[in-house]
């Protein structure tokens, strides 16, 4: 047995291997690192290039592809607020803030090692007790997976600050939004309104890049106003070490274990994935922390605790399926194809008949978290320029990744729509000081409760208890407590933040046309509209989104109590500006990818922001500098994503 160990160990250190292994890594950091080009979407794209590989390397480029751009996410979301992944919606949290603060290289240096230690933690798991996990993975039916899925709704309302109300509010909105489309359980479209690009339900790239991305980027737009002369960012960068990252990570052992052991659990949960992973560890360190107030403040076990998580799900998401042929995670789904592209089969003739490639795989997965440390750390310091960037070149930039990573998920228009749409959308929430997290979270886990209360109310009719099937058992009872603690903790969170009855005694009449109560009661009524409608949809496609609906007015109605007793606060002190003009054009430019051309719409935008600025006198900046800058970044996406890629992108209609 030692000596075939030491056998595929000098295999796997042959040139050709490591060659192999450290351009995926390379490969996977930069996939990750462009919003909306997602690991699902690079282990995808690498598929076809693994042709001409033998098995085992076609299986070490595309699991460091993996391990790479889950990586590559934390980077745009701690520089730029931007999650390059969806497993690094958390990272945000704490990440930007870090930046602001001028403690980027700090954050991605934490970044780096957390998430190398988490990989290691979740390899090493998978290397050595992959057969045991995998019968633990068996036990999660859909009345766990409810409870799990729960679990993770019901910590909204501590995952960011502000309002606890307006935080489960942005939950049923997330919810909401997954509920259009062709429902799971009776194959039927529902909330589609009669139009054909509602069937297909809103795509969860798009989504997350127009909760995160697009609005960010309109910020950096609203920031031009207020920059200095040479619109750089205004961050200042304060010195730090590896040493001293690796002391902060060794004096917070508790978010690593938390991170790690959570991310490791949830991956092997079939259909999970990294960004249930990394918000559930986020808010659980949070829940044992003695100190709450300074996490989404730049508090480095935010960042700990997230992408240690996030990384360690790989190896639990990769249990299942090399064991068992059920993939843990949306990647790991597309990384079985290119198991069976190769005529490897998962399950127990893989450590029987390709013993020696599967043993291979998994130790390269090992040695992959190790190059990730050397790779990650010794390019840090070019990351960390990036934060430097002119706003009038970051905000453009931005925007034509949001544009493309949107489009090329399923070559659709309409998810370029989403986003434009919702990030407006989200840009003006977060005016009224609604996080872009909460909603996030509703939307990718309400698809899950929902399916895991349908299939277990049959199931459990089959069994002949309903009630039994979802309360009974171990895991039911531990998670359903879960449950139960987390939203008593959310019912305390609000009860501190409520208004002191001396404040209220102070105002001598109730504002009811103040703009917030006129909102909040148009919204109220809106709701008690919409739940009359939708009682008269078939139970199945119903009950889920209604108890979502009758939630959201609930709330709703607590903020037209709130907003009753406040001035004219929020949406009522939004001033018209010259700025508007130039977030309106950008935003019909970016709607406009059928009409002119992506390729047109880069250039286009880098163009008309740089010239409005300069216009305004907001930067100073020379004309050929700004067409220059504006004509090689255009060629570059063209050189990548045209040439190399060769993603099939719409180019201008012709008028003729």
């Not at 909401?176 to 690009?197: D, K, N, Q, Y």
């Not at 709701?527 to 009682?535: H, K, L």
């Not at 607590?558 to 950008?586: C, H, M, R």
């Amino acid at each position: 047995m030692r000596g075939m160990d030491m056998e595929v160990i000098f295999q796997l250190l042959e040139w050709q291997n490591i060659l192999v292994l450290v351009v995926g890594m390379l490969i996977g950091i930069v996939v990750g690192a462009l919003p909306g080009l997602t690991p699902t979407m690079g282990v995808a794209l690498m598929i076809p290039f693994t042709f001409t590989l033998g098995p085992t390397q076609g299986l070490i480029i595309l699991g460091s592809i993996f391990c790479g751009s889950v990586y590559g996410g934390s980077i745009p979301a701690i520089l730029f607020n931007v999650p390059g992944a969806p497993a690094s919606v958390a990272t945000t949290f704490d990440g930007y803030p870090m930046t602001r603060n001028g403690q980027a290289r700090k954050a991605l240096e934490l970044s780096t090692i957390s998430s190398v230690v988490g990989g290691l933690f979740g390899m090493l798991l998978l290397l050595f007790f992959a057969p045991v996990f995998a019968q633990f993975s068996l036990e999660f039916g859909p009345a766990e997976n409810l409870w799990i899925a729960l679990f993770g709704l019901t910590v909204i309302a501590a995952i960011s600050d502000g309002s606890v109300t307006k935080n489960l509010i942005g939950g049923c909105i997330g919810v909401l939004l997954a509920c259009v489309g062709i429902h799971s359980i009776t194959g039927t479209p529902r909330f589609t309104f009669g139009m054909e690009s509602f069937v297909g339900g809103f795509n969860i790239v798009a989504v997350l890049i127009g909760l995160f991305a697009f609005p960010q980027a309109i910020n950096i737009l609203e920031g031009l106003k207020n920059s200095n002369s040479n619109n750089k960012n205004t961050y200042s960068f304060e010195p730090s070490s590896i040493v001293a990252s690796f002391k902060t990570i060794y004096r917070k052992p508790k978010s690593l274990l938390i991170g790690s052991g959570l991310g490791m659990f949830v991956g092997m949960i079939p259909g999970a994935g990294g960004n249930i992973a990394s918000i559930l560890a986020y808010n659980e360190t949070k829940r044992f922390s003695k100190d709450k107030a300074s996490f989404g403040k730049g508090d480095p076990r935010g960042i700990i605790t997230s992408e240690s998580a996030n990384n360690a799900m790989i190896g639990g998401a990769l249990i299942p399926l090399l064991t068992l042929g059920i993939p843990g995670s949306p990647t790991a789904a597309i990384f079985l194809g290119g198991l069976l592209i190769h005529g490897i089969w998962p399950g127990r003739s893989l450590f029987v008949e390709h013993a020696d490639t599967a043993n291979l795989f998994m130790l390269s997965m090992v040695v992959a978290q190790i190059a990730l440390l050397v790779i990650g750390l010794a390019l840090i310091r070019y990351f960390v320029k990036l934060s430097s960037i002119p706003a009038y070149i970051m905000a453009p930039v931005i925007l034509s990744f949001s544009i493309i990573g949107a489009y090329t998920m399923q070559n659709s228009v309409f998810d370029v729509y989403t986003v434009v749409g919702l990030g407006i959308v989200m840009y003006l929430l977060q005016k009224a000081n609604f996080s872009a997290a909460p909603i996030a979270l509703g939307f990718i886990l309400g698809p899950i409760a929902e399916e895991g209360l349908l299939q277990g109310i049959q199931v459990g009719k089959a069994e002949g208890s309903v009630w039994t099937y979802f309360f009974t058992g171990g895991w039911n009872i531990a998670l359903s407590m879960l449950v139960v603690i987390t939203i008593l903790a959310s019912i305390y969170q609000a009860w501190k933040q409520r208004k002191p009855k001396s404040e209220y005694a102070q105002r001598n009449h109730i504002r009811f046309f103040s703009v917030p109560a006129m909102v909040w009661l148009g919204i109220v009524i809106l709701c008690a509209i919409s739940m009359y409608w939708m009682i008269g949809l078939p139970p199945q496609q119903k009950w889920f989104p209604l108890f979502t609906m009758l939630a959201f007015v609930i709330l709703a109605v607590i903020e037209y109590g709130k907003a009753l007793y406040q001035p004219n606060t929020d949406i009522s002190s939004w001033k018209p500006s010259s700025i508007w003009f130039l977030i309106v054009l950008v935003c019909i430019l970016s709607s406009g990818l059928v009409w002119i051309g992506f390729y047109s719409q880069v250039f286009l935008l880098l163009m008309s922001v740089a010239s409005f600025a300069k216009w305004k006198r907001w930067i100073e900046v020379s004309w050929l500098r700004i067409s220059s800058i504006s004509i090689l970044f255009t060629a570059a996406m063209y050189a990548i994503f045209t040439v190399v890629i060769k993603v099939p992108l719409p180019y201008a209609i012709s008028l003729f």
